[in-house]
């Protein structure tokens, strides 16, 4: 590919459009499973689901078939809020065969976490394996939380509810000296029993506080789920009387969240005259109306299969079977859309190992696979850029940046492995006006899904083309794309700083290694316009002679004309433009504003340090 690094730009895109993908279903998967309340995967390339059942049994379903897993109805009772509640499989469980289970006591006046084995060769755990892990004394019967799940930190995190009863009379979700009303993250992996407290828990070694707490201030955490591209957690705590609520962690949060119960129920005070300090306020609240009284959490929809859905939080109403998504933007603004009024009592969501997402309903006892709109990629508003300044809009030749939903099977960079670049990469092509774009990069990071593309050179003179992505011969609908001769965009680091290197002793201009006058640096750049001794699309650009652009280019740095030496496609690149220049004499020190023109149009201001 050349001698330069390829510096992948990912823009902030925003949501996915709404309108797209609104063919939302339930298609039945499994049936016989009564007061489901859990739906797990082991994660183990087996492509199993299991089953939690309130009265203590869990059932593994594969092809379509289920059978037995686990039966403890002997250690508790499904009555109302109380039974088996929750499982979690540790990482690398194939090898590992050991589980772990939330469930109450026969009285529902304790909730246990325990570890179960499955004997070697067998397809059914010893229900005799029992290892207890942690007890919770329960002063009423309800509000027992229940969810047990290993986040990306390899720790098991376990909601407990405030302790029951109504507004929590004890206040145990403000007091940091019990386990209820919180999330709690502690160590059983590290053959340590019965298990250890992280030392980086937010209230280890706090006089008075338990070490094993994560997040407080919830009233009944009952299903949380963890957001496997970004690591984020995300929480359904059942509300009292007026609101149910939506909670968010980020990924890089280090704990210690108050949530608010009992102070605030939602966006308002439960107590007279509260206080909002120290309260972290949900994401979204929605009230008891429309028979809309116990929200059931969900997951953040990474699956393949319904490009609609992807990076969608879907979550319900137990008692009125409404399903919605939340999107949040990349600037951390919130849109909530009703999915479906599917008339179902669900009591849990789950994953698969593939990321495709199922629900239970609890009475009827049914698993449902849910599906939405076609598998051909969406695209994000403002869809197709510049791959330098994320302008909108193509130029003749440039690298060019897609951005889309459903164009990848999961986190990582695929890149072309040579050139002339391919016209299909992943399962992956790009089609402007019909003619199929050379692929650089297929991008997947934190969730955002990007191409970066050649346009190709036959657009020259067209003012708009069409635009069309697909993935594995499912094509998206097209999008209209306006085209500029010339859209000078200077490629950089971070959206601030260009990426500049020393000709003398090649490196990149950094704070340690900054630019001085007199010395001669390039830079690399998208949209300079035609150019002479042109290359094929998707071939590399040649070197002796070199494709000049046929405008002149100027640039000035901290606003004093700068000389440009070179100006034309980088040689042994394909898409990217290359401006070579010598610092002036009297160009101040710090950071600087580089701007380059052609023919009249300038680049956006990027900035370039100087010693």
């Not at 309340?37 to 203590?56: E, K, N, W, Y």
């Not at 955490?221 to 509300?239: C, E, H, N, Q, Y």
């Not at 652009?549 to 000389?563: D, Y």
Request: with cysteine; proline share 7%.
């Amino acid at each position: 590919m050349g001698s330069m690094k390829v510096f992948l730009m990912t823009a902030a895109t925003a949501a996915a459009l709404w309108a797209q993908g609104t063919d939302f279903r339930l298609v039945r998967f499994a049936g016989d499973l009564p007061l489901t309340t859990d739906i797990q995967s082991p994660r183990d390339g087996t492509g199993r689901l299991f089953a939690v059942m309130q009265r203590g049994e869990i059932r593994v379903i594969s092809g379509g078939v289920t059978r037995p897993f686990l039966n403890i109805s002997s250690r508790t009772r499904a009555n109302s809020e109380c039974g088996l509640l929750g499982l979690a499989f540790p990482p690398d469980f194939g090898r590992k065969q050991y589980f772990y289970v939330n469930y109450t006591d026969p009285n529902c006046r304790t909730s246990i976490v325990a570890r179960y084995r499955v004997p070697p060769g067998g397809e059914a755990a010893n229900p005799d394996s029992e290892e207890v892990i942690l007890r919770q004394a329960q002063p009423f019967a309800n509000h027992n939380g229940g969810q047990i799940r290993f986040g990306p930190d390899g720790y098991l995190y376990i909601s407990f509810g405030d302790g029951g009863s109504g507004g929590d009379p004890q206040n145990n979700g403000q007091s940091l000296a019990t386990l209820l009303g919180k999330i709690l993250r502690i160590d059983v992996e590290s053959g340590s029993p019965p298990y250890q407290v992280p030392p980086d828990n937010p209230f280890v070694g706090r006089q008075g506080a338990r070490g094993e707490i994560w997040a407080y201030g919830l009233r009944n955490p009952w299903r949380f789920s963890f957001d496997k591209a970004t690591g984020d957690l995300w929480i359904g705590d059942v509300g009292q009387n007026r609101a149910e609520e939506v909670n968010f962690q980020p990924s890089w949060s280090r704990g210690g969240e108050n949530y608010g119960w009992r102070r605030w129920e939602g966006l308002r005070c439960f107590e007279a005259g509260c206080s909002g300090a120290g309260v972290v306020a949900p994401v979204l609240e929605y009230t008891r109306e429309q028979d809309d009284v116990s929200v059931t959490g969900g997951f953040v929809y990474r699956g393949t299969r319904w490009p609609a859905l992807i990076g969608t939080y879907l979550y319900a109403d137990y008692n009125s079977g409404r399903i919605w998504g939340i999107r949040v933007d990349s600037n951390g603004n919130i849109s909530n859309r009703l999915l479906l009024a599917s008339g179902r009592n669900i009591s849990t969501f789950g994953e698969d190992e593939d990321g495709e997402l199922f629900l239970a309903d609890h009475g009827a006892g049914v698993i449902y696979r849910i599906e939405s709109g076609s598998s051909a990629p969406i695209f994000s508003p403002n869809p197709v850029s510049n791959a330098a300044s994320f302008d909108a809009g193509l130029t003749p030749g440039s690298l060019a940046s897609v951005f889309a939903i459903g164009i990848t099977n999961g986190p990582g960079v695929v890149e072309a492995p040579s050139l002339p670049l391919p016209e299909s990469m992943a399962g992956v092509r790009v089609t402007v006006d019909g003619i199929d774009a050379p692929l650089l990069h297929v991008v997947n990071l934190n969730g955002r899904e990007q191409i970066n593309f050649q346009t190709p050179w036959e657009i020259s003179g067209q003012t708009s083309v069409r635009v069309t992505v697909s993935k594995d011969n499912q094509t998206s609908s097209a999008v209209e794309v306006p085209v500029f001769e010339k859209q000078p965009g200077v490629f950089t680091s971070n959206g601030v700083d260009a990426i500049v290197v020393h000709v003398v002793n090649p490196a990149l201009v950094s704070a340690e290694r900054p630019l001085v006058a007199g010395q001669a640096a390039y830079f690399y750049m998208t949209g300079l316009g035609s150019v002479s001794n042109r290359p094929r699309t998707g071939a590399a650009s040649p070197g002796n002679p070199a494709a000049e652009t046929r405008e002149s280019v100027s640039a000035t740095i901290g606003g004093i004309p700068t000389p440009v030496t070179f100006a034309g496609l980088a040689p042994a690149l394909a898409g990217v433009y290359q401006v070579g220049i010598t610092v002036p004499p009297g160009t101040g020190s710090g950071r600087q504003d580089l701007i380059v023109t052609v023919g009249g149009v300038s680049s956006r201001v990027v900035s370039v340090l100087i010693q």
